[in-house]
Structures are given as C-alpha cells and as structure tokens.
C-alpha cells in the first residue's frame, strides 16, 4: 500500500531592507466601509456578516438575504466571473489586506442553484502562497454574496523584500533533499516524488507561527 508525505522543504536566501509598515488601523476601518457601502438589494432591515482580522482587514464577509455586493462597472464588464470576483477584490485590497504585487489566480469555478462558487489561489509575484486561497461566492447578475479569505496579509518579511524570492536550490535538488530525509529515517524503503513546486510560505496563513520562507511542496510516497 503506498504512504505518502508532503515536505516542505526550505530554500530561504535573505538580504537586508527595512522592514514594510501594515496600513494604518483607521485607514484599514475606512477601507472596509467602502465594502460595506457597495451592498444593495431588498433587504434594509439585516446588516451584513463580517469576521476581521486582528489588524482590521476583512477575513468574511457576507450579506444579508436577498442582498449583495457590488463590483464596479468595469469590474463587471471585465470578463467571467472568476474574473469579476478578482477585481472586486483588487478594487477593495486595503479592506482585505491585499498589498502590492499580490494577484489571484482561478482554482476552480464550480456553480449550484444558479450561484457561482470561485475558488482563487494567491500569487505574490508569480510565486503562489501555499495555503493561501480566497472563496468568493457570487449572482448571476455578478454581486457578490460572501467571501473567505485566509490569505497573506501583513508579511513584512515578503514585502520589504528581506526574503529573497530566488530560490537558492532548483527543483532537482529539491526532490533529492527530500528523498534524503525519508531515507535517511526509513533505509529499509524506497521512495518517489512528484515534481517540486516553489511556494511562499507564510505560517500565519495555515494557523501556524513562525518566520515566512521559501519553499518547495514536495510529495513523497513509498514503494
């Protein structure tokens, strides 16, 4: 029976920067009003559903039935929905914490009872953040119903630039490292692995501590 594990194999290369400063609370408040002020639809009596992080950018948000969000003009004539939920986030990124050199990228768009389901995956300058997705629920019409975000925020390590995002090993010496390691716990096995995939890794988006890295994802099964 094959066993697999996933490895997350370190290659972080540092260079000194000063260190990026988070958007200030109260812009951070102002921003996310801005969202809340999008929401039309029949229904004046309920208030939207929101869950904020400890520095105040929106980590939910939902409205009331009946009601949704609504991107801009242009967000909407922007192209498919996947699309149109990225620009809605792109257009509201201080509310969520979104800084510069963010972008999302379409996971999957999957539709049920004439709403759609958008599941983005985060990018951070052409490297994804592992863990870190955004599910944006959608109308036909394209308002939007609700969104979970469990994405990179504050990272002033990413940010400022203090990690370098040029991996020191390339992926063979990735998929050897981690080999090695099973190997080395386990000498009477033999292993494989599936090609190495570079991701930031930022603790916080998984429910984790500790510093941000770069990394391979590397998958190893017995034999």
Same mark, same amino acid.
């Given at each position: 029976?094959?066993?697999?594990?996933?490895?997350?194999?370190?290659v972080v290369a540092c260079v000194v /920067?000063?260190? /990026?400063?988070?958007?200030?609370?109260?812009?951070?408040?102002?921003?996310?009003?801005?969202?809340l002020k999008t929401m039309t639809g029949? #229904?004046?009596?309920?208030?939207?559903?929101?869950?904020?992080?400890?520095?105040?950018?929106?980590?939910?948000?939902?409205?009331?039935?009946?009601?949704?969000?609504?991107?801009?003009?242009?967000?909407?004539?922007?192209?498919?929905?996947?699309?149109?939920?990225?620009?809605?986030?792109?257009?509201?990124?201080? /509310?969520?914490?979104?800084?510069?050199?963010?972008?999302?990228?379409? #996971?999957?768009?999957?539709?049920?009872? /004439? *709403?759609?389901?958008?599941?983005?995956?985060?990018?951070?300058?052409?490297?994804?953040?592992?863990?870190?997705?955004?599910?944006?629920?959608?109308?036909?019409?394209?308002?939007?119903?609700?969104?979970?975000?469990?994405?990179?925020?504050?990272?002033? *390590?990413?940010?400022?630039?203090?990690?370098?995002?040029?991996?020191?090993? #390339?992926?063979?010496?990735?998929?050897?490292?981690?080999?090695?390691?099973?190997?080395?716990?386990?000498?009477?096995?033999?292993?494989e692995t599936n090609q190495p995939n570079?991701?930031?890794?930022?603790?916080?988006?998984?429910?984790?501590?500790?510093?941000?890295?770069?990394?391979?994802?590397?998958?190893?099964?017995?034999?």
């Amino acid at each position: 029976m094959r066993s697999g594990k996933l490895g997350m194999w370190g290659v972080v290369a540092c260079v000194v /920067a000063l260190v /990026a400063a988070p958007l200030a609370y109260a812009d951070t408040e102002s921003a996310v009003r801005g969202v809340l002020k999008t929401m039309t639809g029949p #229904n004046t009596v309920a208030n939207p559903r929101t869950l904020t992080t400890p520095e105040g950018y929106l980590r939910s948000l939902a409205a009331p039935s009946g009601n949704s969000f609504q991107p801009s003009s242009s967000a909407k004539s922007s192209g498919g929905q996947d699309t149109v939920a990225k620009s809605f986030l792109q257009e509201h990124a201080n /509310a969520f914490g979104i800084r510069s050199g963010v972008s999302f990228t379409t #996971n999957r768009v999957r539709t049920e009872n /004439a *709403r759609a389901y958008i599941k983005l995956d985060q990018v951070y300058k052409s490297i994804p953040v592992f863990g870190a997705q955004a599910i944006v629920q959608m109308k036909p019409d394209g308002g939007v119903v609700s969104i979970l975000s469990d994405i990179m925020r504050d990272a002033p *390590r990413i940010y400022s630039g203090e990690l370098s995002l040029t991996p020191t090993l #390339n992926a063979v010496e990735a998929k050897i490292g981690a080999s090695a390691v099973l190997e080395g716990e386990h000498p009477n096995d033999s292993f494989e692995t599936n090609q190495p995939n570079l991701f930031i890794y930022v603790p916080s988006v998984v429910g984790a501590t500790g510093q941000a890295k770069l990394v391979y994802a590397v998958e190893v099964h017995s034999l």
